[in-house]
């Protein structure tokens, strides 16, 4: 197992993380799981044994049960292991059991710790961005729960390019805690955080998490052209993210990770973890599974390096097209461009 520095913090996390969002099964969130406290324990187990020591959760997964299961695994092993949750999704039918206001995460950290049973989050994200709440009174928040000791250190997910950018520069101008990572959705399946999120993260040394690796299951091998959809997967239990918006191209995609891991003797889930693994600026990647065959396929995916010539072949399959302005800069500023600008634009010049 790789670890990696989060971004300009002196946090060292695992290349894999295990996420929770399948323990529970409570509500929406049973269409991707429902481990219970006995399940949860084998697969810390798994990953503690592999070399995970980050691991993932959110308040509003399973409605709190997955932070509650994943505290009573975790009994007795507090100082081995670094836990991440987040805020920001309703947890409740009042005005303010929602959003980003100095209320709402305050209170919900504190819900999360009795939940979690612990005296810390080594890492909080706020869940979503909220743009009724101005960015100084939740950074205050933040602000004042690290200060307090309830939080190690600050993240934000699911925020745009301008949205992270408005909070470093908020927090740097108001001398706040700054975040130090970002928890994104990037898969083979969908590479838009190329436009703007990786970039970013190289230019302002922030760290990067990324959620849903294998797109909700759909890069797992078992989602074929023209195969009937198979049994006990999210996409049947119509489970709604990520959307698809070219299943054609998707499919190409599949194509190539089952021929490579054909040739390598290893599942299109583990060539699927690998690439995005290996990509510019990714510090960890979220992993899950409902069982543990999966998750210990999963995990084997810490052992596989891909070669340059399979990386450009799931490259080249998965390329996002060049948007504006990034096609106007790749045509007439190739001259002058940073490590940040080439993650998305250095391919289109190379073969220009």
Sequence with gaps: MQYR???RSGLRVSVFTLGTMTFGGKGAFAKTGSTDVAGAKRQIDMCIGAG?????????????VSEE???????????EVLVGTKARFRMGPGQNDAGSSRHHIVSACEASLRRLGRDHIDLYYLHEWDG??????TLEA???LTRAGKVRYAGVSNFSGWHIMKALSTAERNRLIAPVSQQIYYSL????AEYELLPLALDQGLGVQVWSPMAGGLLSGKHRRGKPEPEGTRQLAQWNEPPVY?????YDVVEVLV???AERGVSAAQVALAWVAHRPAITSVVIGARTDAQLADNLKAAELALSAEEMARLDKASAPPLLYPYWHQASTASDRLSAADLLLLGPSIKTA
């Excluded at 995970?52 to 709190?64: E, K, L, P």
């Excluded at 009724?132 to 009174?137: C, F, S």
């Excluded at 070219?246 to 998707?250: A, N, Q, T, V, Y």
Aim: hydrophobic content about 40%; overall charge negative.
């Design 5 to 7: 520095q989060l971004g």
């Design 52 to 64: 995970i020591n980050m691991f993932d959760t959110a308040d509003v997964y399973s409605s709190g």
């Design 69 to 79: 299961i994943l505290g009573e695994a975790l009994k007795g092993r507090s100082q």
């Design 132 to 137: 009724q709440t101005p960015l100084d009174e």
């Design 142 to 144: 933040l602000d004042i």
């Design 189 to 192: 399946q969908a590479r838009e």
């Design 246 to 250: 070219d299943i054609e191209k998707l």
């Design 259 to 261: 021929a490579i891991g």
